[in-house]
Structure formats: C-alpha cells, structure tokens
C-alpha cells in the first residue's frame, strides 16, 4: 500500500487552547507539528531549517509583529512554505492575507470537519505544487548541456571501442561517440535532434530506451546481465541501455552502448537461462496440442463420433497431466537449488487464494465438484513469495479436485491462527489410508489404488507444497480417513 | 465483427486457435513473429492483440512496449501469452516487466480454449 508522506507542519499561534487543539488534530494524521508563540519565533525556526516547515498553519491576530507581515516577507524571501491563515471571522484581514500570499482562511471556532477540509485542501495543494517543482527542474535539466561541458570528457568518450548513444527523454539524439558514428554509418550533425528509432531503424531499439527510462533501480538490477543483441542497418549489436539520472534522481535521458557481434556466432545469443528454455521447448508444443484437441473437441474442424469424443478427451486429460508434470519438475528442481523463495514482498493472501480459486473453478466444475473459499474479514498480514504460495494453493485444490468423485465438496479457508495465518484445504474425496499418509509429502510417492489408476500425477505436488511452506517458516498437516475426505492444514507465520 | 490480430511463432497453435477464435465470431488475422506481428497491427488496426512472448525478430514484450508508446495503439487491449516458466512468468515479468509493458492481461501456456475465449470477451467487453 502507498504510504502518503507525512508533512511539516509549524503552528503560529498565541492562544495555547487553540494552538493544542490544532497541534492535536495534526498529530493525530501523522503529521510532523511545531509550534511558535509569535512571529519572531516563528521566523527563527524557518531561518535555521528552511527546507523543515511545508505548510504554516498562522494566526492573524498575534500581537506585536502581525502575521501579514510575515507572510510578505517570506514571499519576498521566495519561500516554498504554504500558508493557511487562522483567525476569528476570516474577515477583513483574511483576504488582505490571501492577497500577500496566503493560500486560505479557517475560522477559529472550527469543527473537527471544517477543519480537515481546508487543511487538506492546503495539503493537497502543497504536494501539487512539491511535485510540479521536481517536474520543472526535470524538463529544465538539458541533457544538452553535456555537449558543452568540455573537449575533454569528448575525448573520452570518443576512446571507446564500444559505440555510445545518449537521448533526451523523448529519445531524441543529444550525443554520440565516433564509434557510434562509424558503426552506424552517421553523421554526427544529422543525428543530433533526431529519434533514435528512425535514425537506427529499430522498433526493438526503441522499446530499450523507453524501458530503461521507466525503469527504477530494481529493474536495473534485475536487467544486469541480460543484454539484448539485435539486428540493425545490417550490424548485429549487443545493446545495453541505462537512465540517465540527474542530482535529483529524476529521469533526463537514455545512454546505449552497443558492442559490435556480427560476426559473433549468433547461437551465442540464446537465452542461457535453462529453467526458462526448457520450459519453453516442453510447454509451446504442449500449448498447441491442448489447443488443438480442444477445438477438435468441440467440433470446430468436424463432426466427431462418441467414441472419437471419448478419445480425445482421454488424450486431451493426458496432454494435461503432461503440462502439470512439467510445471511440477520445475518446481521440484528450483526447490532442490533453493530457489523456491524468489522475492519476498507484503501479500494479500485472501486475494492470491481468491485468484487462484478462480483459476481452478473450470476443473471443479467439469467435475461438479463445489468448490467454495471461505476468507477471513481480517487476516494478519503476511509477507512472501508470490509464485511460491500460488504454488501451494494451485497443488492442494488441484489435489482436492483430483482425488474427490464427482458431485463432491472442496471448501478452502484462510483464517486466522494467533498471529499467523492457516490455509484448510478439506475434501469429500476417497481419503488416504493411516500407511500412505505417513509417505504422500515424499517426492514421487503415489498411492496406487483402484480408484487413483486413472488419476494423472507425478507424485512431486506434495513435496513441493512441503518444502516451499517450509521455505516460508510454516508448517504442514494433513488429517484423513478413507472413504470420508481429506483435511490438508498449513500454518503460515505472520509477518514481524 | 470483432478484429483480433494473434502472433505466436508456433504455426500450429495460431491456426488451432484461429478455428477457436472464429467459431466465437472473431475475426482472425495471423503473424508469425515479432516484427511482422507490429507491421500486421499497424496495417490492421485491429480491436485486440494476443502476442506471445518468446519469438524470433521481436519478442513479445518488446512489441508490446512499442505498441503501448504509440498514441495510435496504445488504446489496443493487449494479451501477452507466454510459455516460459510459470513462476519466473509471475514474479520476474508480471511485477517488473509487466508494469512496464503495461499489457493489459496475461494468460500463462498452456491455456484451456474456454478461458482464453473467456478473457479475450472480458477485454473487449470493457470499452
């Protein structure tokens, strides 16, 4: 959840019930309050940190030094401070304020309401203004200005064997070494100005700039190590692109380097990552096979006999215990490399089981099998890997689905368990006997009766939901009795 | 009649889906890989786009970006379909990638005809 940054808030004010009042309602929304008595003393605090105070909260009726002065005198100093004025009557004086520079006027015998509403009026218009600030010194920062800053730094760049390109952030050219020239046959004054996918021919090139410029700094991380080769103006070009970030942080630009591999063996490039090859090799030509069975199935290249229907369906059900065998192999080899926790992040459990249950409502059905989740109002909050849990919710209905006749009952619940979370998975299925139960998390364990013959599996899905609730510090249960179901438990921790 | 441009490189699959698609009244159009997918929306200007992720030329994603930073296409509801692993699918692409290709659904391969039928009506059925 986005968090809302808390503000800086200074209370000018010399009626103390006042002063607590507002201090209170502030405080209260997490905001950072100080208080002043009198405008010397409000001055002071401004003086020594001014970046510290966003919005002053200011009393028009102090005595001595008034308030309007004040407001005048930050005005000339260009303060980047919001003033919200207070007084009894917002008369007079409060328009006289509003045109020194105060944003606006709450009357001192505010409600709790009256007060919020301007109050996050002002708020609101302090953070548009903050971030039109950081969007105007984000246009202004011209790139350009490398250009200038020296033959030197030219030179190096020139050095490079590797070719070098930098955008502005709309992707048009600013800069370019001679390699860049050279390789891509370019004039350097010609290029200047112009879009880097028309002046290299690449719609590929072009989706690296704009996802480098999006990118934050995990994205950087996650990209190191993976760079693109393409193919353009006849040269084959391994592309790295990076942001380019100003003090502030903001994003300006792109720069690209681009290695010269044309002559480099082109098998060289393929994607050394084998999890995701031969996944990819197994599951495209599964991927057209399941499609295919199904549109023959459903009559979309013919009439089929009752017999051909049966078939298929046998066929189409083997397709699919196919593709869960691959998935589940998968799985099982990440966690053998303990890599079944990939990247811990805040999850709504209650929404990833909602998901989840979606996704298996087809299968269910087909079978006439109830499948109902049952969530928990308020669940601790929980913190872990998405494709892991997904993993684990994914094997135990699908299990429950499996191993239930038709017409059954599969009932999901997530509640609460201290301070942890538990996951039931319970079933009217054949159940599992006391021997088997004792085996069924060992990988490759089937139980082999006469109702599970025609069951596909590859005896992995237990052991995976074991080792990754385990990955995750929870824990795993299962309570059963033949012919009457089968209650599978995990206890998952909370987080902190 | 509905337009939806599909490019996958696997033949097979893009016509098996094909019959799929306009048995549901869709018109079918096919590109076999990246960059011939781009030229085919451009020329097509078609109501939705199914791109598969890993292809030759151009993949998937790459695609989709430049789709999504064209004033013409951006508005195109966009499907990725991928095949590569699951889990990397989900916490690699989705949450890093996929932000930023800014698709607009992800259907994991292998999929079953009815929930893709299914998900293809519900993109359209939004605007």
């Known amino acids: ?496 | 009649m509905k337009k939806v441009v599909l490019v996958d490189d696997d033949v097979d699959f893009c016509e098996a889906t094909k019959l799929l698609l306009e048995s549901k009244d869709f018109e079918v159009v096919l590109a076999y890989d990246g960059r011939e997918g781009l030229e085919k929306i451009r020329d097509e200007q078609p109501d939705l786009v199914i791109l598969d992720v890993m292809m030759p030329e151009m993949n998937g994603y790459d695609v989709c970006v430049v789709l999504k930073a064209d004033p013409a296409l951006k508005e195109i509801p966009t499907i990725l379909l991928t095949a590569v692993d699951r889990e990397m699918f989900q916490t690699h692409y989705t949450q890093h990638m996929g932000l930023m290709t800014e698709a607009d659904d992800y259907i994991a391969k292998p999929v079953e005809s009815t929930e893709l039928v299914k998900r293809v009506e519900e993109l359209l059925d939004k605007d």
Not at chain 1, 192 to 204: K, Y
Not at chain 1, 233 to 258: C, E, M, Q, W, Y
Not at chain 1, 467 to 479: P, Q, S
Request: glycine share 8%; net charge negative.
């Open chain 1, 1 to 496: 959840m986005l968090v809302t940054p808390s503000i800086n808030i200074l209370v000018v004010e010399n009626d103390i019930t006042i002063m607590q009042k507002c201090r209170e309602l502030l405080l209260d929304e997490g905001h950072r309050v100080r208080t002043a008595e009198s405008v010397e003393e409000a001055l002071d605090i401004i003086q020594k940190q001014p970046g510290d105070v966003d919005i002053m909260l200011l009393s028009l009726e102090l005595p001595g030094w008034g308030g309007i002065t004040l407001i005048e005198t930050l005005q000339k100093a260009r303060s980047e401070i919001l003033i919200m004025t207070m007084s009894a009557n917002c008369g007079e004086e409060a328009i006289e304020a509003m045109h020194a520079g105060a944003y606006d006027c709450i009357r001192k015998s505010f409600t709790t309401d009256r007060f919020w509403t301007k109050m996050n009026r002002a708020i609101e218009a302090f953070r548009l203004r903050h971030q039109l600030d950081i969007l105007t010194q984000q246009r202004q920062a011209a790139l350009s200005r490398v250009h200038q800053d020296g033959q030197t730094l030219l030179s190096v760049l020139n050095s490079f064997t590797d070719a070098l390109l930098v955008t502005d952030w709309q992707t048009n050219v600013v800069l370019l070494n001679d390699t860049a020239s050279r390789l891509f046959n370019l004039n350097e004054e010609k290029a200047i100005g112009r879009p880097v996918s028309v002046l290299l021919e690449s719609d590929e090139l072009l989706s690296f700039f704009i996802r480098a410029m999006k990118s934050d700094g995990d994205l950087a991380k996650l990209m190191a190590g993976e760079e693109p080769v393409i193919k353009t103006r006849d040269k084959t070009v391994r592309v790295h692109v990076d942001p380019v970030k100003n003090k502030a942080g903001a994003v300006i630009g792109a720069v690209a380097l681009f290695h010269d591999v044309t002559r480099v063996d082109a098998m060289d490039h393929l994607r050394a990552d084998f999890l995701s090859m031969v996944s990819h090799e197994l599951k495209s030509p599964l991927s057209s096979l399941l499609m295919q069975i199904s549109v023959i199935l459903d009559g979309l290249a013919g009439e089929l006999s009752p017999k051909q229907t049966d078939m298929l369906g046998k066929a189409k059900e083997k397709t699919k215990g196919m593709i869960t065998l691959v998935n589940d192999i998968l799985d099982y080899r990440r966690l053998k490399e303990g890599k079944s926790i990939q990247k811990i992040e805040a999850l709504n459990l209650a929404e990833v089981l909602q998901h989840t249950v979606e996704l298996m409502r087809l299968s269910a059905d087909e079978k006439g099998i109830e499948l109902t989740p049952e969530i928990a109002e308020e669940l601790p909050s929980f913190s872990g890997d998405r494709g892991g849990v997904e993993a684990i919710f994914v094997n135990l209905i699908s299990n429950a689905i499996k191993y239930t006749p038709k017409g059954g009952k599969v009932k999901v619940s997530l509640n609460k368990e201290g301070k942890g979370i538990r996951l039931m998975v319970v079933d009217t299925g054949i159940g599992i006997s006391e021997e088997d139960i004792e085996q069924i998390f060992e990988k490759f364990y089937r139980i082999k009766t006469e109702q599970t013959r025609r069951i596909s599996g590859s005896g992995l899905g237990l052991s995976i939901v074991k080792g990754i609730v385990e990955a995750h510090g929870g824990a795993v249960h299962v309570e059963s009795e033949v012919g009457n179901g089968t209650t599978f438990i995990v206890s998952l921790p909370g987080k902190g």
